[in-house]
């Protein structure tokens, strides 16, 4: 590799390396671009140093944890250049705090669900597409746990409903998946698709949601009709009742453990299930779900305390003699 000779450089290999392995790095890639901007700016000369990396980290009037989501990324940089100049200083983990955290989820009952679907089939225009498109996506959302980019990016050939499949093409870490669709679930889409071709000339549209015109569905519009879906159901008047389109994702993946549980399964051999499921990359993001509920936490609190009485038992039953 040519000795680098500024830090706009260093971030071009490293960007180049990392996309080559099937990250898209978007955010992070605009993010070291703007670091790359600071650095000229300041003249910095020689590797980077965690004063460099902290100068530019903090050089932002946002949250505390956004500073420290940009230290993060210049961490990364300076891992890999460190491969090739050891002499980089690489900032510790976590010096300017956590840069991530989880909000509580929003949890929807079956009720709620299905107010949303009976809520966006009212939506206007209330003999077109919208209406009808809106209730079938709200539906899969909930049924499969989808993410809301990976529904609206469905085509037409990767819904395939003989075989009770979606094919989710290049998602969020450019990796594709089956998702298995239940009985119900097929039924549905099936007469979305009676429907669709009842108002939209098949051959017009390669989408497989759509709207009027035969226009595809595009994750802003589905978030705006969301909106207004929620307004219309008085959701947003409620303090700190905040459910998002997201939402429906994890609600999806507690209630599948949740039932898991209550089924008596081995959660713990289930999870890496799930996680394939729904595209998880590792397998901690789906553990988090255990945690990401109260229900949740209170079977596993008591699962745990069982498990400490058994263990006091067994000790209390070695012979020791």
């Given amino acids: 590799m040519n000795k680098w000779t500024s830090v706009e450089q260093r971030v071009i290999d490293y960007l180049t390396f990392r996309r080559s392995l099937g990250y898209l790095l978007k955010i992070e890639g605009q993010e070291l671009n703007r670091f790359a901007k600071f650095s000229k700016a300041r003249k910095h000369r020689g590797v980077i140093t965690v004063e460099l990396a902290l ?28 491969l090739y100049e050891p002499e980089t200083e690489i900032p510790g983990k976590r010096l300017l705090g956590p840069s991530r955290g989880r909000s509580s989820p929003y949890i929807y009952t079956n009720q709620e669900i299905a107010a ?9 225009p209330i003999e077109g597409m919208r209406p009808i498109t809106m209730g079938y996506f709200l539906g899969l959302l909930a049924c499969t ?16 409903l003989d075989g009770a499949r979606l094919t ?16 119900s679930a097929v039924e549905a889409l099936t007469e979305y698709c009676v429907k669709k071709r009842g108002q939209i000339a098949a051959e017009d549209v390669s989408t497989f949601f759509v709207i009027d015109g035969g226009l595809p569905l595009t ?15 008085g959701w947003d008047t409620i303090p700190h009742r905040r459910p998002r389109l997201y939402d429906l994702r994890h609600t999806f993946a507690c ?24 595209g998880h990359v590792k397998v901690s993001d789906t553990y988090w779900y255990l945690t990401g509920i109260p229900e949740l936490m209170s079977v596993v609190s008591k699962r ?18």
């Fill in 55 to 82: 100068a530019w980290a903090n050089d932002t009037d946002s949250s505390n944890a956004y500073r420290a989501r940009r230290l993060d990324v210049v961490r990364g940089l300076t891992k890999f250049c460190s």
């Fill in 116 to 124: 949303l679907i009976a809520q966006a089939q009212q939506l206007i």
């Fill in 145 to 160: 746990g989808l993410r809301v980019s990976e529904a609206v990016h469905l085509k037409n050939d990767d819904v395939d």
């Fill in 168 to 183: 989710i093409r290049n998602t969020k870490f450019r990796k594709s998946r089956y998702v298995a669709l239940d009985k």
């Fill in 219 to 233: 994750y802003r519009k589905a978030a705006y009709a969301f909106q207004v879906i929620k307004n219309k159901l």
């Fill in 255 to 278: 209630q599948r453990i949740l039932k898991w549980y209550q089924e008596g399964v081995d959660v713990d051999w289930a999870l890496p299930f799930l996680s394939t499921y729904l």
């Fill in 304 to 321: 745990f305390e069982h498990y400490a009485e058994t263990k006091e038992v067994e000790h209390e039953n070695i012979d020791i003699r």
